[in-house]
């Protein structure tokens, strides 16, 4: 996924339009306009940290003259008491920034997090983790960004950049072969250049899928590990092959040691715990 300087500020501004709508009514009057101030970012957990670039640019967004001075990265391993940065500036805007920039930082730490602790338990394999679409609506572009922070891989980013045909369009589409030769002449006939991917169940679906080709990759979903060393003998290292379906921090290391070159995971972002972060002002 290509993190776009367009999309982090479209994002940033329809959650400041959430959070902030009309005005921060409560700093407005308590704080005194001209009241200029400093913060620190506190580290209240071990892991991963993540988001502080975004954290740069919603301070930004929030108030130009806020200058934030990082001591920690992206990427960089935390632990209980760590500073990350300081910010300064307007007492006013750091406390309209400090919730968004919190929430954001916090969730993204859980799932760089989560990815490194996956990361670590492929070491030694060919094979790659990636997330899915099973992502925070209006929150993907974070959470898919956290992924890449942590050493994960980002599978496509929504249904626009990627034809991945799955098991209801397979049984939508009236079977393997019709699907993916329809996907191919959609393709041909719009002139968009999309790769294709499918899901497979069986052997049986499998064989259909090799026969009709066309494919950047095959998904094995939900086998398990014997079928998938015996999908893997069939497939003969013609496609890259992924496998998902309810694959867990305790049977991924398993799935990667039958010779997959990938493993998606939902679990990366739909079941983190968030990271304790606090923005706290220096007094």
Not at 87 to 102: F, N, P
Not at 170 to 180: M, P, Q, R, T
Not at 193 to 206: A, F, G
């Amino acid at each position: 996924m290509e993190i776009k300087e367009a999309d982090i500020k479209e994002f940033i501004q329809l959650a400041l339009k959430e959070d902030v709508g009309d005005g921060d009514h409560t700093s407005l009057s308590t704080i005194p306009a001209d009241a200029q101030g400093k913060a620190r970012l506190i580290v209240k957990d071990d892991g991963i940290l993540a988001g502080v670039e975004l954290a740069k640019a919603i301070f930004n967004e929030v108030d130009p003259e806020l200058e934030v001075e990082v001591l920690m990265q992206d990427g960089e391993e935390i632990k209980y008491g760590d500073i990350a940065f300081y910010v300064s500036g307007k007492d006013q805007s750091i406390l309209t920034a400090e919730r968004l920039v919190l929430n954001c930082m916090q969730r993204m730490s859980g799932i760089a997090t989560t990815t490194r602790d996956i990361v670590k338990k492929l070491e030694g394999t060919k094979c790659k983790v990636l997330d899915t679409r099973k992502t925070t609506p209006n929150f993907r572009l974070p959470e898919k960004w956290a992924v890449k922070i942590g050493g994960g891989v980002n599978h496509r980013t929504g249904l626009y950049d990627m034809i991945l045909i799955k098991d209801n369009h397979v049984d939508y589409a009236g079977g393997i072969k019709n699907a993916l030769q329809a996907a191919k002449k959609y393709l041909k006939e719009t002139g968009r250049e999309l790769p294709i991917e499918i899901e497979v169940r069986d052997l049986k679906e499998l064989e259909l899928a090799l026969e009709e080709g066309g494919l950047v990759r095959i998904m094995l979903d939900n086998f398990d590990y014997d079928l998938t060393r015996e999908a893997l003998q069939i497939i003969d290292g013609r496609f890259p092959v992924e496998s998902s379906g309810g694959i867990t921090p305790d049977t991924v290391r398993a799935y990667a040691e039958c010779g997959v070159d990938f493993v998606s995971m939902g679990y990366l972002t739909h079941s983190v715990k968030s990271l304790d972060l606090s923005l706290k002002a220096v007094k």
